[in-house]
């Protein structure tokens, strides 16, 4: 008897294994899949996240629909996502600031090393350093060179304290090692307005609102922060490329579940995003909004956002951010 009940543990529990892999494989069975977008309709999190997942549903047959959840800092659509149940039904697409949170803010709901495991980034998003064309700098150096000239004589503008256009300008100015005063706005139009009209020196935009200005010459550009030229500003250099290591910032846009979520369905995911990414259809409309593909697997993705964290914690301390 006692060898009857051990054979029939032991059936039943290799049969709860076997349906684990069998249940990620069938997936998905329901509709629909939500994908939480941390920023408002319209934003460029929000676009990008809209145009790549309709083509995943095309591929996958299934309905999936973007939910926005902004507000706080974008850790609304964060905490309800850490909160969902990991079954590749409720899934995440948050920009780099997603890398800032533990940083910037104490007591939070969710941890994103541990409560999240990245799926793919969605595509690099330049930041550009521009200036009122007024000012007559022509390069990185030449302004570098009149900011060490004059200490303490230029500031910069920015989105908001520990936003990414923020910790762009301040991993140059660190590298390049003057001092400037920083002028925190609400988002990118107030901080560009005031670029324009000469009284902000500097600020790092995302590419696609400050495009235009830098073609009709209203503002010059000097140089971007991510690691490699962008594609619709393929003149204008690096930070890295105009003489100054360790100072580029990566604004990216990525997509992610909830930790435990199955790994077979990670991968699942992970691929279908990755064939999407590729599709001529999303690679053109990426291209015309400024987005550059930024292809990683998703353990080299999650290896990249941990390896984040940590250097965007240096940074918050190194610059005096208070943690809220």
Do not use: C
């Not at 060898?3 to 629909?32: C, E, K, N």
């Not at 064309?133 to 009149?146: C, E, M, T």
């Not at 550009?221 to 990566?250: H, I, N, W």
């Not at 992610?256 to 690679?283: G, M, N, Q």
């Amino acid at each position: 008897m006692k060898r009857f009940l051990a054979g029939l543990a032991l059936l039943a529990g290799s049969a709860m294994f076997a349906s684990l892999p069998v249940a990620a494989q069938d997936w998905p069975t329901r509709q629909p899949i939500k994908v939480v977008v941390t920023l408002s309709p319209g934003s460029a999190t929000d676009v990008l996240a809209r145009l790549a997942f309709e083509q995943v549903s095309k591929q996958i047959g299934q309905a999936i629909v973007i939910e926005n959840r902004a507000g706080a800092g974008q850790r609304i659509g964060t905490t309800f996502a850490a909160r969902a149940e990991p079954d590749g039904y409720t899934l995440l697409v948050n920009s780099s600031t997603h890398t800032l949170f533990s940083a910037m803010f104490a007591n939070l709901p969710f941890d994103v090393t541990r409560d999240f495991v990245a799926l793919a980034p969605l595509a690099s998003i330049p930041t550009v350093m521009v200036t009122p064309a007024s000012r007559g700098w022509s390069s990185l150096g030449d302004f570098i060179a009149a900011a060490k000239a004059k200490p303490g004589s230029i500031n910069f503008g920015s989105g908001g304290i520990g936003n990414s256009t923020h910790l762009a300008a301040e991993r140059m100015r660190m590298a390049a090692r003057f001092d400037a005063v920083h002028v925190p706005y609400a988002g990118a139009p107030e901080a560009i307005n005031e670029v324009l009209s000469g009284r902000v020196d500097f600020y790092f935009s995302p590419v696609p609102p400050a495009l235009s200005l830098i073609r009709d010459g209203k503002l010059k550009a000097l140089a971007v922060s991510s690691s490699k030229r962008s594609s619709v500003l393929p003149d204008v250099p690096t930070t890295v490329e105009a003489g100054l290591p360790d100072s580029g910032y990566e604004f990216w846009i990525g997509a992610f579940a909830p930790a435990k979520t199955p790994r077979a369905i990670v991968d699942r995911l992970a691929s279908e995003l990755r064939t999407a990414l590729e599709s001529p259809a999303v690679r053109t409309k990426y291209a015309a909004l400024g987005a550059d593909p930024m292809p990683m697997s998703s353990t080299d993705f999650d290896a990249y956002v941990r390896k984040e964290v940590e250097l965007n914690a240096a940074i918050v301390q190194a610059v005096g951010i208070k943690r809220e």
